[in-house]
């Protein structure tokens, strides 16, 4: 009996996962970096085969798609229904004309995407595949930089490769998608050029900086400013007070440069969507929107699920690290996770995507903290460090699940043939 395309992808799917333990295993042997692009491939196949699932998904992977499909006819004029023949209300994003629910460059993005490779999921998905992917290496560099550690700088890349919550963003099949999936990316850019920075103050890295973060501005709003406090947390005392004051307004003049036309153009063009988008987005810190609540320990709650189950060990471990040993790079990765987790914890609307601005941090705080306590026991260590990996992978499984098929895949196959032999018929 032949195999299903279902079992084939399950092989290679598996196969990914297998190369990227094997090169961890491997890179604990020997030291070199060619682990890493075994783990940066791996993390690549691991993104690609979900992403050619044949239909677009719900939430909200639906409304992006379509946008930025309807960009080909005005790239400054985003719209859900491009000819709408009924009235709408301007303030449903789920059902308007002007859409303007997300700021414009994942969009943009994905719109390029679509006129490189046709009108497709998969062109869709693929710029999201990418970035995500740079991000590994991102990861790896960053931990490098911070902590000189190449095992740890590994291990930190290859537990961003194989989450399973990044991966499913990254492919459209959870709320924010590729939204969320590339606001990771330059705001992990952003902090990649402050490392650089703080080893090197080179004016074009700071300038690299502010473009970084203007262009995080237009995927995902003012999320992004959260990179400056680390900026000003990792070089307060390595530059003078008025050079570090200068060198934050100059990023945060390059990003409004870049984030700010957008904003006046919306503004004079669709007043009435943009004043009330720039609302409902405020509202998000009173009151619990579209029914996304929950208690202020929601988010680490939900750690667990994200992250792996142990997560907290490494969350307390470092608390106790930076406490300890005064480090600026300690106090830099746990402000990383900090001020996200505490400002979404603060904020009525819940969801579980806010915090994956952190996702690079938590993974280089559990490498860090598996290499502690392999060197402190290196028995038990060991074992609990096998634990860490084995949740990781367990829920990596669990969220790409390479062997499941789609139950209702066959019936909207069946459907959309029907729908285009109908239009194929000649109207009466």
Known sequence: ???SWTSINGLFLSLALLSAILALVWQYKRVNQFSLWIIILAGFTLRIIPAQDAFLHEWDERFHALVAKNMGKNLLAPSLYQHPVLDYNYQNWTANHIW?????????IMHVSLQCFGLNALAVRLPSVILSVCCIWFTFLICKLLFKDQKAAILAAFLQAINGFLIENAVGRIPTDHVDAQFLFFTELSVLLICLYAKQAKFWLLMGIGIALGLSILTKWLTGLFVLPLFGLLLWRSQAMGKLVFSGALIGMVATLLALPWQLYILKHFPQEALWEYNYNSRHLFEA???HDGEWYYHLLKARMIWNELVYLPFLWLLYEAWRSKNRAHYFLLAWILIPYLFFSMVPTKMTGYIIIC?????????????????????????LAVLMLGLSIRYCIERIKPF?????????????????????????
């Open 100 to 108: 303007l629910h997300k700021q414009p460059l994942s969009l943009w």
């Open 1 to 3: 009996m032949p195999l």
């Open 359 to 383: 996702a690079p941090a938590v993974f280089i705080a559990m490498a860090l903290f598996i290499q502690k306590i392999v060197s402190y026991s290196p028995n038990w260590g060991k074992v």
């Open 404 to 428: 499941e098929v789609d139950p209702t895949q066959q019936d909207k196959l069946e459907l959309v043939q029907k729908l285009r032999l109908t239009l194929q018929m000649p109207i009466p």
């Open 289 to 291: 929107i579209e029914g």
